[in-house]
Structure formats: C-alpha cells, structure tokens
C-alpha cells in the first residue's frame, strides 16, 4: 500500500498538533488518510483490523478534533464489558471509579493528543462521557409518567413525534423520535423534596456527586442502577444532585381575572355564591394594588374592619361579573379546605404565574429567619389541592418547594372576640426556595430582596426497585438532551452533536450493536473500532455481519487495515504472521 507523506516522524499511531484554533492531524500511512476522508464523508464508520494501525487513535483523534474545533459538542465512549458481564456494581467508587479501568485506553490518547494545551485538555475532559453499552439500553420512563409540555401535562406513553415537550431551559422542545420499551423492571427514584418518578433501571440522569462538585467537575450522565449504588455515603449524606430548571414558558392565555387579585382572594377572600365577593387585609397597599386591576365594571368598598367588598359599578345588572367569571373557573362557593388555582393560570406565561402567586403570597405567605441566617420563605392553607398549587408554580419557575402537614387537633381551639375558634381541617406548610421575588407587598418584597436567600438544591434520596411497567424513552431537539417530568424533574434523553466511539466492538454482540447503532442522536457520528480475530465472544463476531449488512447504506462506510499498516511496533505484524499464518 503506498505511504503518505509524513511531514514529522513521531512514534504514536496518529500524530496531532493544533494551529491557532485548527487542529491538525498527520496520518503514517495511506490507510490512515482513508480513515480519515471516511469520518468526514459518513455518520457512521467501521475500523477493523490488527492491534497497533491506530483505529483507537484515530478515532479519539477526530472526536477531539471535532470538539475543539466547536463541531460537536461531546465525546461519547462505549466498550462492551464483557469480562464484567455489564455489572458494575462490585468494584468500588462511584461511576468514573468502576468504568474507568475498560475506558482508560481511550482516556489515555486524550493527554496524548492535546500534549501540554492545557486548555485543550480540560475542554475534551468535559466533554467526554463515559458509557458502558448497557448503559444505552432503556432510557425509560412509566408510560403514566407525566411530561411537562407548552400546554400543560402529557403521559409519555402517548408522545407522538412532532409533539413539544419543556427543556431545561424552560423552552419548548420537539420530539424527534418515541420508543416503545415494552414491560420492564421499574425503579422509584424520591429527590429531597420529596418529588417522584418512575423509570427503567437505564434511565439516565444528569447529575453532580459531591465529590464532582468539590473538583468542579459540574454535572455527567449516569443511569439509575449506577445512582441507586451511591444514594448515600458512609456519613450517610446524600450524594447526587440534579440540575433545576430555568423558569418555564408555557403558552399564554387570556384571563378575565387578574392574577395578582386572583392569588389575594384564594388567600385571603371570600367566595360565597350568595353574599359579596369580599377580601380581608390590614395592608393599605393591596387595596390599592387591587383596586387598580380591576375592570370598570367592579370597584372596591370599604365593609367594616378589615373587610372589603368587590361590587359591581352598575346596579342595573343583575349579576356581579366576578361571580360569573369565579363560576366559569369553578372557584365560586369554595372555603378555605377546597380552594385551588384553576389551570388556565398555571399553565399560562411566566408573568401570570409570578403575578398569582404574588397574590398568594402576600395574602398568606411570610418570611422568617433560619438558624442558618438564610432566609425561610413559607406559605400556609388548608386546602391540600392549593398547597400542590403553589407547589406547581414555584418549581414551574425555577424554584424548590416542598410541604409538610400540621393536622388539626379538636382540642386545639382559641378565642377571637370573646367566640371559641375550632380547628377543624389541616393545615399545610409550604417551604420555598425561588430567586424570582414571590412578594409585591413593599414589607414582605423588601424583607425578600434584603435577606439571604439560598441557591435551590434538589438531591436524589432514594432509589428502590417497584415491580415491572411498559416504558417509553423519547427523543427531543435540546442541545443538553434534557427535558421535565412531572413536578418539573430535569432528566436525560440521548447523545446529540456527539462523536460517539464503540471501541472494541469484536467484543459486542448483535443486540449491543443494534442498541448502539439504534441510539445515536441528531447532528452526531458513530465510530466502531474491533479486530475480529481478538474476540472474547464463544460464538461469530457480530461486528462483521453488521458490517456486511450496513457497508452499502448511504452515510455508512468502512476501513479494513491490513498488517502491513502496522504502525505500533514492527514486531507486531511478524507475531500475527506467525500465530495466524496466511489467514
């Protein structure tokens, strides 16, 4: 085969340099150019061959040059764990510790091919994503799992491509492919703020262990059985922490109702379907807040001490207009215990969300110091339905909420005005963390603005196998691959804008390379290295069928080295003459 030209002799199978922000590569041979013209004129490459042609080395090559060069944005590496069988769970550490002894001839060619760039070196570090081919099977969620979409929730299981789900980031984001799981074992995962959700064991999840965070690693990929090892460590800490989500986009509505009033009445209002609509506050402030949203066609009367009246301005119509839009939202006639926030004002813009709980907060939230010096912000109803309310708009805008109950004691009563006061309903305390300020109210917003408050944290708290379910995994358009369950839980989808390198793959079987051919996302490209003469399997190698199968596919193709690339050791290609013969 005819050599091309070298411009520098070097003893590594590629050799690679960068030039401003090109990084170049020098190929040893001919064959080596070959590969090299085949990853950037197809998705998908084979490499087969002996040891030493440098089909690892040049695959690791062109990833990391694709990354620096800002061509994709992640490195994704795969080997089949054969020794292991796939289980991981019997040597120590945390995910990097176990997969790290299959990876490290990978790992290792990324100080080799970035030398002494520094820079360079800890780009690639983070972008690599170590993934064990197990690890791609899966990716499910419960069929009944809700997804969070533009317009409100939507079960998994009847995602349609070309449907939008929300992103991390808040925004919309298409579905570009649903996959069907069947009946698999299930696993319950419980976060710190008490949070669930229901997925297959190879669901992946996006987090950053505590060790990760105190060397600013930031967040990787791991799956569920590997988190459910590590939920917890010696001190009895808990381990992993998931992203939170940006504040939420859904659709805007109109509403007749304005939000801000909306939130003070189901705090601190009156519904009666017989008697005036009525508020109760000693703020000055809020009267005018309120009198100030309302159309022409209400205005606000002073009743008697704290009481006020929302009336109509015309005393020609029969009916109040408030009533009939309270009517219409199905709130008019509600007491306290049964009050809720209507739909239309949940899955609305993120300034309607801000606006009513403004109005809940002011009417019953508070602000109180923690022993920590941070600030604790709470909220407090006995209605259960409100409080999974107010529960829905914090996190849908960025924020952590979680509730505890205080139930009601029939001996527990107090007097008001010379009458006995009886709890008779239970009352529930929300606790919130939210950058965004949940007070108008000047006393309340200015105590908010002037305090400390801390940064949201959600931690995964248990993991713990349920039985079995049809799961469903999807794939969407985001460029972090990550998109909201229900109660706005940010988990994983798949590997876009990605090299994706199968090294190895003489070692895989059909339904691993089908599982890896089969999961590879937009924008990405597929590298599988293996030298069917070094097999572990019992049985035919699979990589050569597939490789028969695919090879006339468009977007498909493939380099077979031969000794005579040898470029490792020169020795090497007259040990594989003499132990293969002429094969």
Known sequence: MAKAKVTKKVAAPVHTKRAGSKFNVEWKNASQKLAWIEFQRHDIVFLTGPAGVGKTHLAMAFAISEVLEKKKKKIVLTRPIVEAGESLGFLPGEFEDKVHPYMLPCLDIVDKMTGGNLAAKEIISKAIELAPVAYMRGRALLDSENIITPDGLKPIGEMEVGDYVIGKNGEPTQVLAVYPQGEVPIFEIEFSDHTKSICCGEHLWSTMTLNEKRHNKGYTTKNTLEIMESVKNKHNQK?????????????????????????????????????????????????????????????????????????????????????????????????????????????????????????????????????????????????????????????????????????????????????????????????????????????????????????????????????????????????????????????????????????????????????????????????????????????????????????????????????????????????????????
């Open 239 to 583: 381990v992993h922490r998931i992203p939170i989500c940006d504040s939420v986009e859904f659709n805007h509505r109109d509403v007749e109702i304005n939000p801000y009033f909306l939130g003070f009445l189901l705090g601190d209002g009156s519904l009666h379907k017989d008697a005036s609509i009525s508020i109760s506050t000693r703020d000055v402030e809020v009267i005018e807040e309120i009198s100030t949203s309302l159309p022409e066609t209400l205005e606000i009367k002073y009743a008697s001490g704290y009481d006020y009246r929302i009336v109509k301005t015309d005393s020609s119509k029969l009916l109040n207009p408030l009533k009939l839009n309270l009517n219409k939202l199905n709130l008019i006639g509600k007491k306290s215990h049964d009050k809720f926030v209507p739909n239309e004002y949940k899955f609305n813009s993120k300034e309607v969300r801000i606006e009513i709980l403004r109005g809940l907060m002011d009417a019953d939230g508070w602000i109180c110091q923690h022993k920590s010096g941070n600030c604790r912000i709470q909220y407090s109803t006995t209605s259960e339905k409100l409080c999974e309310d107010v529960k829905f708009l914090v996190r849908s805008l960025g924020g952590l909420a979680y509730s505890r109950t205080r139930e009601y004691d029939e001996s527990d009563t107090h007097e008001y005005k010379g009458r006995p006061i009886r709890h008779v309903h239970n009352s529930y305390v929300v606790d919130m963390m939210i950058d965004v300020n949940p007070f108008k109210l000047s006393r309340k917003a200015e105590k908010y603005s002037n305090g400390q408050n801390p940064k949201p944290v959600k931690m995964i708290s248990s993991i713990k196998e349920i039985g079995k379910g049809g799961c469903t995994c999807i794939k969407v358009d985001a460029e972090d691959s990550l998109f909201l369950t229900e109660d706005f839980i940010v988990t994983h989808n798949t590997f876009d804008d990605s090299i994706c390198i199968f090294d190895e793959a003489q070692n895989a079987t059909m339904t691993q390379l089908k599982l890896f051919l089969t999961r590879f996302g937009d924008s990405s490209k597929l590298i599988l290295t293996g030298d069917p003469k070094q097999t572990d399997l019992p049985h035919d190698v699979a990589l050569v069928e597939v490789m028969e199968k695919l090879q006339t596919l468009r977007g498909v193709g493939a380099v077979m080295f031969g000794r005579n690339a040898i470029v490792r050791h020169p020795l090497i290609a007259d040990i594989l003459q003499r132990l293969e013969g002429d094969e």
